[in-house]
């Protein structure tokens, strides 16, 4: 266990990412249509209908290291914040953390993880690129081609860029490309249920970090809060 911990927080634990084969199938393009990047930027999936409740399960992998996680995300991409609960299979509470427009909170942190510093920190910064931040804008430039949109923007010295496609023009993939930061964020199976687009699959890569994060989100429903 303790060596477990030890991985987790030398990744800084970012619940994820980097590696080979993406376990979830490409989102089947198709032509493309007149769209503005403001258009595309209003259809994100995350920011339907207001606060989001998106239960899923992740696995973070790290120089052969899995470490299988059950979860529950509370999503306000309006208020740029979210909540994360993370528990082990036997369903005790490992994290419950609070993303906020300019920092994170940890609420609780099991003691064998809270020992290691900027674990929750980590933790934040991770659902912060899947879920708020960077988010794609209406001033981003836009390029289409045959089968996808692709909006981009210089930001913090990096370049951050966005793909669209599929028969809905959602957000397939996220990427930020800079001299201190090099991630992605894939988004897959998309699906409709009970009127909410959402992506069944979504894949963290940071090339810098060497992790992988993968999400196989089981449901996402709007908040009663």
Known sequence: MKR???????????????????????????????????????????????????????????????????????????????????????????????????????????????????????????????????APRAADQLEVARRSYQTSREEGGATIRFTFGGAEAQLLEKSCRGADQSWRVGYYRYQRRDGLLFPGGIVLDDDRAGYRLTLWIDSVEPSNE
């Open 4 to 134: 477990i911990t030890l991985l987790l927080s030398g990744a800084l634990l970012l619940l994820l990412a980097g590696c080979a084969g993406v376990p979830f199938e490409a989102t089947e393009l198709v032509p493309t249509v007149p769209r503005s990047a403001a258009q595309l930027a209003d259809g994100l999936w995350s920011r339907q209908r207001g606060p989001l409740v998106v239960r899923h399960s992740a696995l973070f992998e790290l120089r052969g290291m899995r470490v299988p996680v059950e979860a529950m995300l509370s999503l306000d991409t309006r208020a740029g914040e979210a909540r994360l609960v993370g528990m082990n299979e036997m369903g005790v509470k490992l994290y419950d953390i609070t993303v906020l427009p300019d920092g994170s909170r940890a609420n609780f942190v099991m003691p064998e993880l809270a020992r290691y510093p900027g674990f929750a920190e980590a933790v934040a910064l991770s659902v912060r690129r899947i879920f708020l931040a960077p």
